[in-house]
């Protein structure tokens, strides 16, 4: 079967680092995605792994392991802009993506 | 820059009354998706063109649901006698084939529909 987990919300301080994380089990997989969506606006794309390692693009990194079926998405220097849900998606063998559930990020002054 | 555009964007409907979505992808982007969001969820597959062909249709969607894009640009969304499980954000998404990003998916502002 297919499944995908990622915390439901977390709680960050102005300034500083937080990593959120992501699981998924799926027998076939063509990338992981992970997007942002501000509430009551559409998801915006922030990146995309196939391989493993990291992929850095300014204050946002991401990073896959497909042998763990683990990813996780690290947001530095944390702004108040930066509070939003996260969603981790993987694209299946069928190219179609299969989404989490999200997580709720809250950054306090 | 045109991106996705969806009309409306928002809709208030009586239960048993039909409606339709309708969504712009960007134009050179020749598959076009469709996604239902609830809060604190994810998006939810409903189908997905290729062009002017649909591709695949979530095995959850009803047969109250219709969608079609007739010439491979604009596409539309109809829930016949809607309910009220209905009441929902209604996202559509367009990505290109081929490409150094194949596959992204660009997202449109979603219809809220509120099913009274």
């Known amino acids: 079967g297919q499944n995908i987990d990622q915390p439901t919300e977390m709680t960050a301080t102005e300034g500083a680092i937080v990593q959120i994380n992501c699981t998924y089990q799926?027998?076939?997989?063509?990338?992981l995605f992970w997007y942002q969506q501000h509430a009551g606006e559409a998801p915006t794309f922030l990146s995309y792994?196939?391989l493993d390692g990291l992929e850095e693009k300014g204050r946002f990194s991401s990073f896959l392991s497909r042998s763990k079926g683990y990813s996780y998405l690290l947001l530095k220097e944390l702004q108040m802009k930066d509070s939003a849900s996260y969603l981790c998606?993987?694209?299946?063998?069928?190219?179609?993506?299969?989404w989490g559930a999200g997580t709720k990020l809250i950054i306090k002054p | 820059d045109t991106g996705v555009s969806q009309d409306p964007r928002h809709k208030i409907t009586k239960r048993g009354q039909n409606v339709t979505f309708r969504c712009d992808p960007i134009?050179?982007?020749?598959?076009l998706y469709w996604y239902r969001q609830t809060l604190g969820q994810g998006p939810e597959f409903l189908t997905y063109?290729?062009?002017?062909?649909?591709?695949?249709k979530s095995r959850l969607l009803s047969d109250r649901f219709s969608a079609e894009r007739p010439k491979g640009s604009f596409s539309t969304l109809e829930i016949q006698r809607t309910e009220q499980g209905d009441s929902a954000m209604y996202l559509c998404?367009?990505?290109?084939?081929?490409?150094?990003?194949?596959?992204?998916?660009?997202f449109g502002p979603g219809t809220r529909l509120t099913v009274t």
């Open positions: 998404a367009s990505s290109l084939e081929y490409g150094t990003r194949p596959y992204e998916q660009y």
């Open positions: 134009s050179e982007h020749n598959r």
């Open positions: 063109f290729q062009n002017e062909a649909q591709l695949e």
């Open positions: 799926t027998s076939g997989f063509n990338g």
């Open positions: 792994n196939v």
């Open positions: 998606a993987f694209m299946d063998s069928n190219y179609q993506l299969i």
